[in-house]
């Protein structure tokens, strides 16, 4: 199946610092990702849908400033937290459609704490 | 809101028996319905989905039974193994019938199967 890779797969920084997630489709070119966020004990919330060369589009309630998404390349999209705080501190997984669009492929996700 | 809605937080089951898992959902414009499993660490990975015009969908020891007018689907996996033991997201997706547009997830269930 195709895979879908997330570097790192924990990170740890001090409030106020910017952390840089890759989503990264290693066997096919995905013209689409998307950015999810997990909180303990919650489901996984859809925060962004990245689309290649075009900007991408956020879910209500998430602050497009803050977390900034570059498509740069069909196989390459990348998460920025910006001067992150404690309360961004959460599990973010991306997915991409896989090569035949038949279903979302998963990263295995990154950890974030920030302290 | 919690659209997709996962009650049981936790099941367990013996190993050769049947594990039912359920979801039930508000939004009647969902018209897709999957079922992903993860393991710790890892991203969610795709079991078996279900279209709003089917009441079933099966995979060999998995299937999906769809109640439309009750919004309510169930998994159900038989005969349950330990190396089932996972957490489960039920994901609905109102995108014309594909499993690759936005998704929102239930909160997970986590299975144990004891050998």
């Known amino acids: 199946g195709a895979v879908v890779s997330q570097h790192p797969s924990r990170v740890i920084c001090k409030s106020g610092t910017s952390v840089k997630i890759e989503c990264r489709s290693l066997?096919?070119?995905?013209?689409?990702m998307f950015w999810y966020r997990q909180f303990p004990k919650q489901s996984l919330m859809l925060m962004a849908t990245?689309?290649?060369?075009?900007?991408?589009?956020?879910e209500q309630g998430v602050e497009k400033d803050k977390f900034l998404i570059n498509h740069a390349s069909l196989t390459l999209s990348t998460l920025t937290v910006t001067s992150a705080h404690p309360e961004d501190s959460s599990f973010y997984i991306c997915?991409?459609?896989?090569?035949?669009?038949?279903?979302?492929?998963f990263g295995p996700g990154t950890r974030l704490t920030v302290l | 809101d919690q659209q997709v809605k996962q009650n049981s937080p936790s099941l367990s089951v013996q190993e050769g028996r049947i594990s039912i898992l359920n979801c039930d959902y508000t939004?009647?414009?969902?018209?897709?319905f999957l079922w992903y499993k993860k393991y710790p660490a890892e991203g969610p990975t795709f079991l078996i989905s279900?279209?709003?015009?089917?009441d079933k969908n099966e995979d060999g020891r998995f299937t999906v039974f769809l109640n439309k007018s009750a919004k309510h689907l169930s998994l159900h996996i038989v005969p349950s193994q330990p190396g089932d033991s996972a957490v489960y997201f039920c994901?609905?997706?109102?995108?014309?019938?594909?499993?690759?547009?936005?998704?929102?997830f239930g909160q997970g269930t986590i299975l144990t199967v004891h050998p």
């Open positions: 066997d096919f070119q995905a013209t689409t």
């Open positions: 994901a609905a997706s109102k995108d014309g019938g594909t499993s690759y547009g936005k998704l929102t």
């Open positions: 997915s991409a459609i896989g090569p035949t669009a038949d279903t979302q492929y």
């Open positions: 939004n009647s414009m969902f018209d897709y």
């Open positions: 279900i279209s709003s015009i089917k």
């Open positions: 990245s689309n290649e060369g075009s900007k991408a589009t956020y």
